[in-house]
């Protein structure tokens, strides 16, 4: 994630950049929807801009996602009626063919219409025939609409085809989302041992991959379970954690789910106020949203708990609509409890006709999905699964013991071969070394004459000279009665003479190798020369650039340079700021300086300075580059490489 927004703040505009940004989208998607959100925006804008109808496209398709994940249902069809319009003016793309069917498939899954969502899935899976994590993923959104229809069997057969194609890719976040639906499958066949084991397994994998969003979910129906087998306690247990989650994550949905199913609890254990509280909130938080789901089911709950209040004629024409609207949106489930609940009301009416015509719907609906039938076919997937991989472990063990009889065979026949090449080795290996410690012995001595070299010349070229200087002054002192001139020359020559001197030494000491080190002496030496004109100026650092060691040339060149620029900014610019960056960018130096003064005409500058500037940069390997107009400051800048 570090790597990835190094990439985006580099703000290269491009499809680098945008590559970089979905793949963050994915990585904080379960972590931070709101920041996922915003950072979605912001790159279907730059997509848009660039005419990136790809990138667009996976834009669009994580803001259908946050926006559902929030409940922001109408912001998520607004997304997802532009990701239609963008897959049908690029109709030879696969890719944004798929994303926009896989987006609408879970859209209208999320939103309860069951039904819709079911041929957008297939279809999906129909374009997308690689046999990969993606085409993993629609195996088990296809699974999930199966099982909301009810379609409990299909739905077994479709998850466990996603999961083994995630085990197969070693996809830890697919195999979560796999065991936790197989779970929900055996949950609604009332295998609740079973299903406990696939929920714990997947609540393993998540809490490993830090998925929070994944977690909350599970954590939901693992209280789900302990509710049904009237563990009240450990299931109430489950739900607290659940909503201190939604909450804390901000998601509105899971926040009336898991309230839905605590009034369940409640209603169970026949405190029935606590339960009238919790079926509450969970209405007024699904209606808001519009989680048509989730306040159907609950408005229910809330009816059965009002029988021997309200309105017998308002209470049926509500539970009718209700019904309806589940045989519409297609969730047969629920449909079939509702069947029930009507029979219950009937009876408890003393229509004794209605209440048996709505037992045998119930009946009728409830064998079709919950049937002993059903559950052996369920079974058998799983069987047929579990002996599959058993056979995949089988074929294994044979063909690692075939290939460790091949390699005891190789080992027998190397035996020879390698004692032999140990002894060439060993020979070989003497006469290297003896070699490199002459190349090494010849190097440092070519590398102290060099040294030697350089010191003589510096000597020569800067303190000879001034020495020089100051003789012939320090006689035409002697000569003249005012003399004051000429020793204030010499005071001059004297103290940049002294300066020279330290530089030198400074720069030889191996103690001042690292770029630590060189840091003091540029701060001492911009504070000496920039303060007293009453110029503001700052450092700008990279903390890994403090433990760089440079060699003696080119720790000298860059002090150098240094100076030069401080100098210039010093006598020249007239300005008021100066900021001074170093940077280390995978093996270069950047050192820039860069002041707000006057400026001049970099195309007409010949001073001496600004060419030693430049043939110190080259005399290292550098890059030295100066940028300047009128009015609008300098600024000097120099790459050196550090290896």
């Not at 840091?519 to 030496?525: G, Y």
Request: glycine letters at 4%; proline letters at 1%; one cysteine or more.
């Amino acid at each position: 994630m570090d790597s990835l927004q190094r990439i985006i703040t580099q703000r290269t505009r491009d499809t680098v950049e945008l590559n970089a940004r979905l793949n963050l989208i994915f990585e904080i998607l379960r972590r931070d929807i709101y920041q996922a959100k915003e950072l979605s925006l912001q790159t279907a804008q730059l997509a848009d801009s660039l005419h990136q109808d790809r990138w667009l496209m996976s834009a669009y398709t994580y803001l259908i996602i946050v926006n559902r994940e929030m409940g922001l249902f109408d912001s998520g069809r607004y997304y997802l009626n532009k990701a239609e319009r963008l897959s049908k003016a690029n109709p030879e793309n696969k890719r944004m063919q798929f994303n926009f069917l896989k987006s609408a498939g879970l859209f209208y899954k999320d939103i309860g219409e069951y039904n819709k969502a079911l041929p957008f899935v297939k279809a999906s899976l129909e374009i997308w025939d690689k046999q990969d994590e993606t085409r993993a993923g629609q195996f088990l959104n296809l699974g999930n609409l199966h099982y909301y229809l009810g379609n409990f069997k299909e739905a077994a057969e479709q998850h466990m085809q996603g999961l083994r194609l995630f085990e197969k890719l070693k996809n830890l976040r697919g195999q979560a989302f796999c065991l936790h639906s197989i779970g929900n499958n055996f949950f609604n066949m009332n295998q609740l041992a079973t299903a406990k084991n696939y929920y714990e397994r997947s609540l393993q994998l998540k809490e490993q991959l830090g998925d929070k969003r994944g977690v909350l979910t599970t954590t939901i129906s693992l209280g789900d379970v302990y509710k049904d087998m009237n563990s009240f306690e450990k299931a109430s247990s489950y739900y607290q954690a659940g909503l201190t989650a939604a909450r804390n994550l901000k998601l509105p949905s899971e926040e009336a789910r898991v309230l839905h199913q605590w009034g369940l609890l409640y209603k169970r254990m026949e405190e029935n106020e606590k339960a009238r509280a919790s079926f509450s909130k969970s209405l007024s938080i699904s209606k808001q949203i519009g989680d048509s789901t989730t306040f159907i089911k609950t408005q229910s709950e809330i009816f059965n708990l009002d029988l021997a209040e309200q309105s017998q004629k308002k209470r049926e024409t509500k539970m009718l609509d209700g019904l309806n609207t589940l045989i519409r949106i297609g969730d047969r489930s629920q449909e079939a409890l509702e069947y029930h609940r009507l029979s219950e009301f009937y009876s408890h009416n003393k229509n004794y006709e209605k209440a048996l015509y709505y037992l045998r719907k119930h009946e009728a609906l409830s064998d079709s999905i919950e049937g002993n039938a059903v559950l052996i076919q369920l079974k058998d997937v799983e069987e047929k699964y579990n002996n599959e991989k058993k056979q995949q472990e089988i074929e294994l063990l044979k063909k690692n013991q075939e290939v460790q009889s091949l390699e005891l065979q190789k080992q027998r026949a190397n035996t020879t071969l390698i004692a032999i090449a140990l002894l060439s080795a060993i020979a070989i290996g003497t006469l290297l070394v003896n070699r490199y410690r002459v190349m090494n012995r010849i190097k440092r001595q070519a590398e102290l004459e060099r040294m030697r070299q350089n010191i003589a010349r510096d000597l020569h070229d800067d303190i000879g000279s001034t020495l020089s200087s100051i003789n012939i002054m320090s006689k035409l002192a002697m000569q003249q009665p005012d003399n004051s001139n000429q020793l204030q020359k010499i005071s001059i020559y004297s103290s940049r003479m002294m300066e020279t001197m330290s530089d030198m030494v400074w720069s030889i000491n191996p103690v001042n190798d690292s770029v630590d080190q060189m840091l003091v002496k540029m701060k001492e030496f911009a504070g000496e020369i920039l303060e007293p004109k009453n110029m503001v100026y700052a450092f700008n650092l990279d903390e890994e650039v403090t433990h760089i060691r440079l060699d003696v040339e080119k720790r000298k060149s860059v002090f150098l340079i240094f100076k030069e620029a401080i100098n210039n900014a010093a006598k020249y610019s007239e300005a008021t700021k100066v900021d001074i960056g170093l940077n280390r960018v995978n093996g270069t130096l950047y050192l820039r300086v860069q002041d707000n003064g006057k400026g001049f005409n970099s195309s007409t500058a010949r001073g001496n300075g600004l060419k030693n500037m430049a043939a110190r940069a080259q005399a290292i390997k550098g890059k030295w580059k100066q940028v300047s107009e009128p009015g609008k400051g300098t600024t000097i800048s120099v790459e050196v490489p550090i290896t």
